[in-house]
């Protein structure tokens, strides 16, 4: 079994300044790890993911994520918020090699302030 | 984007009624699953389908049932709608052959059960 803790349910932050949502992940096997974000009244979209190889991974619009093993965390980062990053984001795990039935967080609602 | 659609998008229905949402992929992936989002509890699994006429249990099974006679199409029923199951839902899809696990998702549903 593997489980997902998002630990805050909600970050204020102002615009232009930096941010890190939380994640931590329980699994006996080797895991996949995803980040999604959801927009106001839309569905969940990929942000970024790790399957293997680099630690840190990053998505095209600034966002990175970094897989650390010994901590089992896959925290989400950016250097400087936009307005536009408002949402709520997910972070979930599958068993890699086969499961594809992923455990998501709980979510973590960012809310970026002028 | 993925070719996911659901239908119908909104819906208000009376307890006791059944309710029948469709989730529509142009994709041809293997994996669809149906999901329901209610705050502070995230994303729970209902029912998932690994294939035409294959389908299984997830978390939040109870008061569910399911159908998939063609891969473009996952049914979600509501035999006997309650207030409980006010929610919003989510179809999702994956591919095994991508090997990420990767899941894409539609718009939502957003039901109210008077």
């Known amino acids: 079994a593997q489980s997902v803790t998002q630990l805050d349910s909600q970050v204020p932050v102002f615009e232009e300044a930096p941010v890190e949502l939380r994640c931590n992940y329980s699994?006996?096997?080797?895991?996949?790890l995803f980040w999604y974000v959801q927009y106001p009244n839309q569905g969940l979209q990929l942000l970024l993911k790790?399957?293997?190889?680099?630690?840190l991974v990053e998505s095209i619009n600034g966002f990175e994520a970094e897989f650390n093993k010994s901590q089992t965390s896959f925290h989400l980062r950016k250097p400087s918020v936009h307005i536009s990053d408002t949402a709520e984001y997910f972070c979930?795990?599958?068993?890699?090699?086969?499961?594809?039935?992923?455990?998501f967080g709980r979510g973590t609602s960012l809310i970026v302030h002028p | 984007d993925a070719g996911i659609t659901q239908s119908p998008r909104h819906k208000v229905t009376e307890t006791g009624t059944p309710v029948t949402l469709r989730c529509h992929q142009t994709?041809?992936?293997?994996?669809m699953y149906w999901y329901r989002q209610d705050p502070g509890h995230g994303l729970r699994l209902i029912h998932y389908?690994?294939?035409?006429?294959?389908?299984d249990k997830g978390e939040v099974s109870d008061g569910y049932s399911v159908s998939r006679s063609k891969t473009e199409d996952f049914l979600l029923t509501l035999e006997s709608a309650t207030s409980s199951q006010t929610s919003v839902y989510f179809c999702?899809?994956?591919?095994?052959?991508?090997?990420?696990?990767?899941?894409?998702f539609g718009p939502g549903t957003r039901l109210t059960v008077l």
């Open positions: 999702a899809i994956s591919e095994s052959s991508s090997g990420s696990n990767e899941q894409f």
């Open positions: 699994s006996s096997v080797s895991v996949y």
């Open positions: 790790y399957l293997s190889g680099s630690t």
């Open positions: 979930a795990v599958s068993r890699s090699g086969g499961s594809y039935i992923p455990t």
């Open positions: 994709e041809n992936h293997r994996y």
């Open positions: 389908s690994y294939g035409v006429k294959d389908t």
